[in-house]
């Protein structure tokens, strides 16, 4: 879900994955289908029908912390999960110390009102509360526009920094 250029899905479809992509901005769509070789559609997940247990791993980096209200999104994407399926999430990490250091500075701050601002805890509790089983943890590095925290000599460089995203795993339940 939101697969920007396609990146992932080529890496999945080099690893053996039937991997298929969604992205909501047009543009973006046609060019993950051109760079990865693989299907995808443009539009959110509001505007696809996800069959349940029909997939067995799903990607959402960067866009849960943009809904409104993450828990019928949670639901889905575990109903099209087949038992044990793994999601795979990614959201700023509002409650790490960049985000406490920076406050309203912070590049990952999202100003709208009603924005979810997701820390380890409440993005733990949204996964339980789906019915996600599991839940872990990994470290993660966060790409930043190069203009968003260095001076104008350093805009053309590529920047990795752990400014504060949480990366987690969490399993669709298994059948007894």
Same mark, same amino acid.
């Given at each position: @879900?939101?697969? /920007?250029?396609?990146? =992932?899905? =080529?890496?999945?479809?080099?690893? #053996?994955?039937? &991997?298929?992509?969604?992205? $909501?901005? !047009?543009?973006?769509?046609? /060019?993950?289908?051109?760079?990865?070789? %693989?299907?995808?559609?443009?539009?959110?997940?509001?505007?696809?029908?996800?069959?349940?247990?029909?997939?067995?791993?799903?990607?959402?980096?960067?866009?849960?912390?943009?809904?409104?209200? !993450? #828990? !019928?999104t949670l639901r889905?994407?575990? @109903?099209? =999960?087949?038992?044990? #399926?793994?999601?795979?999430?990614?959201?700023?990490?509002?409650?790490? !110390?960049?985000?406490?250091?920076?406050? &309203?500075?912070?590049?990952?701050?999202?100003? %709208?009102? #009603?924005?979810?601002?997701? *820390?380890?805890? *409440?993005?733990?509790?949204?996964?339980? *509360?789906?019915?996600?089983?599991?839940?872990?943890?990994?470290?993660? +590095?966060? /790409?930043?526009?190069?203009?968003?925290?260095?001076?104008?000599?350093? +805009?053309?460089?590529?920047?990795?920094? $752990?400014?504060? *995203?949480?990366? /987690?795993?969490?399993?669709?339940? +298994? =059948?007894?």
């Amino acid at each position: @879900m939101g697969c /920007a250029r396609g990146g =992932l899905l =080529l890496e999945a479809g080099a690893l #053996g994955f039937e &991997a298929s992509g969604l992205e $909501p901005d !047009p543009d973006l769509a046609r /060019a993950a289908a051109e760079h990865s070789g %693989r299907p995808v559609r443009a539009g959110t997940l509001a505007d696809v029908l996800l069959a349940p247990v029909s997939f067995d791993v799903i990607t959402l980096f960067d866009g849960l912390q943009g809904l409104p209200d !993450p #828990g !019928p999104t949670l639901r889905r994407l575990r @109903m099209a =999960l087949a038992p044990g #399926g793994l999601l795979a999430v990614t959201v700023p990490d509002a409650g790490g !110390p960049w985000a406490r250091a920076l406050g &309203a500075r912070w590049p990952l701050h999202d100003p %709208r009102p #009603g924005a979810v601002r997701f *820390t380890r805890r *409440t993005l733990a509790r949204a996964l339980g *509360t789906a019915g996600f089983e599991g839940v872990t943890f990994r470290p993660a +590095r966060t /790409a930043l526009t190069p203009g968003a925290l260095l001076p104008a000599a350093w +805009r053309s460089r590529a920047v990795w920094l $752990p400014v504060g *995203t949480l990366f /987690a795993l969490a399993r669709a339940p +298994r =059948l007894v």
